[in-house]
C-alpha cells in the first residue's frame, strides 16, 4: 500500500519544527522512520503532514561525561552504538544496542525514536526506564525533562504532549562496583524478540550485593522493571538467590499471548532469561572490581 497524502515541511531549527508543530496538531514527527514509514505504508497512521527533523544539527549531539550519555533525537543507533566513549560510561547501550534489528536499521533508525515509539518489544525503551533515564519534550511553550518512569503510560504511548518534540535523553553512568547484563531470544536475529532481559546488579565494597533490578521487553504491554534486590538481603549471590529473583520478577509480570508465544512460554522465557541477564550482569560487575574483563 501506499501511504494516504500529506504535507511535508522539513525546518533547520528547532524553534522552527516546534511552531510548525503548534499549527500542526495532526502532524508527525519524522527522525529515522524505522517505525513511522511502515505505518504509514500500511495506512495506519494517516498524518496531514510529516515534520522532517533530520535537517535540525543540534538534534544531532552525543555528549558524553563522566556521569552519563545524552543523544539528541538525530542520534542513529548505529552511531551510538560505535561510541567508545558512550559504551565505556554506560555499557547497557552497547548491549542493547547490538541486538536491535539489523545493521541496515541501526544505519537509519535513531535512538530516541525507538523509545518514544513505546514499543514493549523494543530494546531501548527498557533500557531508558532500567537505568532511570530521561527524555528532554520541547514545545512552543517550553522544555521540560520527563522520567522514564513517568514516560511509557500505555502501549505504543508516551506521556508526551500534542505539540511536544522529543529532543533528547539521558542515561546516567554506570555506578562504581555495578554491573548490567542484557539477553533476549528472537526466532531470528534481528527479529523482535519473544521475550528480552535487562538487568544490573550493585554491591558494595565488599561485593555483597545491595540492589537488583531487571527490566523486561516483549512480555508485558509496556517496558517493566522489577526491583528483586529483596531475595538478596543477606548480600550473599548464590544460586538459590537467583532462582528466587526470577520467581519473585514474575509476580509483578503479566505476559500477553500473540501470533509469536503464548503467556506461559513467555513466563518460562523470563524466568530463564532472567537468571542468565542476572548471572550476566554480576559477572560484569566482578569484572570491573577486579580489571578482568567478563
Known sequence: MKPAPFSYRRPTTLDEALTTYAGEPDA?????????????????????????????????????????????????????????????????????????????????????????????????PVVLALLDGTVTAASAAGTRTISARELFVGPLETSLRPGEIATDAYVPALAANTGVGFTEIARRHGDYALCGVAALVATDHTGAITAVRTGYLSVCDTPTVVDVSEVFMDGSFTDRAVDDAAELALGSLEPETDIHASADYRRQLARVLTTRAVREAHDDCLARRTGVSA
Open 28 to 124: 508527525k514527527v519524522l527522525a529515522g522512520g524505522q517505525s513511522l514509514i511502515p505505518l504509514l505504508s500500511m495506512r495506519l497512521a494517516a498524518p496531514s503532514m510529516l515534520i522532517d527533523i533530520n535537517g535540525i544539527a543540534e538534534l544531532d549531539r552525543l555528549e558524553v561525561d563522566a556521569a552519563g550519555v545524552r543523544f539528541g533525537a538525530n542520534v542513529r543507533h548505529a552511531r551510538l552504538l560505535a561510541d567508545v566513549d558512550a559504551g565505556r560510561v554506560q555499557p547497557l547501550l552497547a548491549k542493547a544496542l547490538g541486538y536491535v534489528a539489523h545493521p541496515t536499521i541501526r544505519n537509519r533508525g535513531t535512538t530516541l525514536g525507538s523509545i518514544v515509539h513505546a514499543d514493549a518489544s523494543a530494546e531501548m
